[in-house]
DNA sequence: CTGAAAGCGCTTACAG
DNA sequence: CTGAAAGCGCTTACAG
């Protein structure tokens, strides 16, 4: 049987509510009774119940965190930042994920409210409008990370990130540059890599443009669509590290060269990326901080603040050895008759 | 205000008890009333409490879950495993890190007593004895991953894991093989390496053991001690993935080709490890079993065994490119004197 | 089938 | 400074 302050009352021969002012360190309580009990607690062994003390506060010091796949490191630096953030407030994290399954999604926010968390973070959320529904029975204040929508989120700036990689291909001397992109989670890249290209009057090609599932499979199997195509690109812009190394795995399987021979570029930046060979050039997001700022954001909503800014926190170019000028134009291909 | 069981009765002209039944499925209520009750709730947009709920029934349908560190990969598989299994039996996780310091984790397993969580997997523990104490107020299961003191424990043999690797090198024909081993958890690898090594008739040789933290930075703070060898080592073997990446890094900048002209080999086995490059030659310990193994373990426990079995699960050598026999001996070397 | 009562472990006005 | 009472949101014997 665990004991309780009843349980100390009894042994201490006072009433429940001192034993609770004494543990509470209450200022109208005397000294010597406070400290008697504070001592005859440790030696019976008691830890107070949270789950008691939430009831009557009506608050539970724990928030909720639904994140899409922790099998993508991209996601655990969000976590870390927000598991730190939260612990020095003195919060605790209660992790779930949904594997990019909106029902689950939404069984794992409505789990966290039965929970009585006092607020909710999201990332990767694929049904982040039902959030704003009035009848959702959702009365927890909820952040979403990397919303655009969602009036309470914390983004990074992806379209300029995407933006700077594709022109620092540019730079580079590359004109067909192709993009291996993510359906769900990809617009705000294509956006930039368009918007790059058009500012260099290069046409979008959309042969050049490939879809995959965010993950190094993904890039593994973008890689033959691609160089299947009647012009080839010389550099590959892809969704995110983990993709960029999958890319790099089936290029070199196919006695490709990176940088040498091709290009490619990451996004996210995570740790991995430095130490990979080659050394990738990549987009910094700044996870950590997003998931701190992410909390920062969710607390002030906790506090009943109730207009609070949406946060846009800038990605950084990081040019390491996964890019390089194309290789000179094929001559044979030229006199044969193609063009480059 | 969030709406509770009152406000139903009240609204629907019943007792408490009556909607609590009603919600509940319980056996004994009219269909009527269940399904008006059930609608009416709906309507009224109740989120039932399990804080409440918890309160009664002492259980609180949560595991709390101590990782040392989220940037080691290896951990965030266990977590996976142990998210992946607490979901499929309805259980919560809560988690925190401690980041190898015994203050933070003592600290982290109190907290979770005192919210009550049903039971505790602690992984990279560095106080586990102090579990097994009588008086430390931890009433709750405790199970640790990779202990080899505590009873309730699932971990990974690695001694043997470790003695398999160093037998590859070995049948590769290496006889200078080198160890970066971590202090705290690099006990058991130690161990199988200097078996293997014996077993060969292989004299240890202590100063081709070199400790470092366990990470990429360890890997590669490593290497300039292990070069500086006055019979340098032909094959590292690693602590783990990271580490053997570090290595692998800080070889490569001094032009020393992998698998060439030094074999490397990790430990763990580490979704990358297959896709860098070159591929890892290592261990695999199947970490997301280990973590789904633990909630076992731990959920037998919460039943009310007393009695369960340590487990110690198998893991398996995994041969690929980042190994190969040792260059040929260097024939100046042994002319101006020197002996290999 | 339904309601009144007690209780889970705590906190906090309200009296004294 | 301390105690008795009420209450947080639920569940569950106990009566009826």
């Given at each position: 049987m665990t004991v309780s302050i009843k349980d100390i009352a009894k042994e201490a021969g006072v009433s429940p509510s001192t034993v609770s002012r004494a543990l509470n360190n209450h200022p109208r309580i005397s000294e010597d009774t406070k400290v008697y009990i504070q001592q005859l607690a440790q030696e019976m062994g008691y830890v107070p119940s949270v789950i008691a003390r939430s009831l009557v506060a009506n608050r539970s010091a724990t928030i909720g965190v639904a994140i899409t796949d922790l099998s993508d490191p991209y996601y655990v630096g969000l976590m870390i930042g927000i598991e730190t953030a939260a612990a020095a407030h003195n919060y605790q994290v209660i992790l779930s994920s949904f594997y990019r399954d909106p029902d689950r999604e939404l069984a794992v926010i409505y789990d966290f409210h039965q929970r009585r968390v006092d607020g909710v973070i999201i990332t990767?959320?694929?049904?982040?409008?039902t959030y704003l529904a009035p009848d959702n029975n959702f009365f927890k204040p909820i952040v979403v990370i990397n919303?655009?929508?969602?009036?309470?989120s914390v983004a990074v700036d992806r379209v300029k990130g995407a933006q700077q990689v594709v022109e620092h291909l540019l730079n580079l001397g590359h004109r067909r540059i192709a993009h291996v992109t993510?359906?769900?989670?990809g617009m705000e890249r294509l956006d930039g890599y368009r918007t790059a290209l058009e500012n260099h009057n290069i046409p979008i090609d959309e042969s050049l443009i490939v879809t995959c599932d965010g993950g190094i499979a993904g890039g593994i199997t973008a890689v033959p669509e691609l160089l299947s195509n009647a012009y080839p690109p010389t550099a590959i812009f892809c969704f995110n590290d983990l993709t960029a190394i999958g890319v790099i795995n089936a290029l070199r399987e196919r006695?490709?060269?990176?940088?040498?021979?091709i290009s490619v570029t990451g996004f996210d930046?995570?740790?991995?990326a430095a130490y990979y060979h080659p050394a990738l050039t990549t987009v910094r997001q700044p996870s950590q901080l997003v998931g701190q700022r992410a909390v920062d954001m969710l607390l002030q909503l906790i506090k009943g603040r109730k207009s609070v800014e949406p946060q846009l926190l800038l990605p950084e170019l990081v040019i390491r050895k996964s890019t390089a000028s194309p290789p000179p134009p094929d001559v044979e291909k030229i006199l044969s008759g193609g063009d480059v």
């Open positions: 990767g959320s694929y049904i982040e409008n919303s655009l929508t969602y009036p309470y993510q359906l769900r989670d006695e490709y060269r990176v940088p040498q021979d930046d995570l740790t991995m």
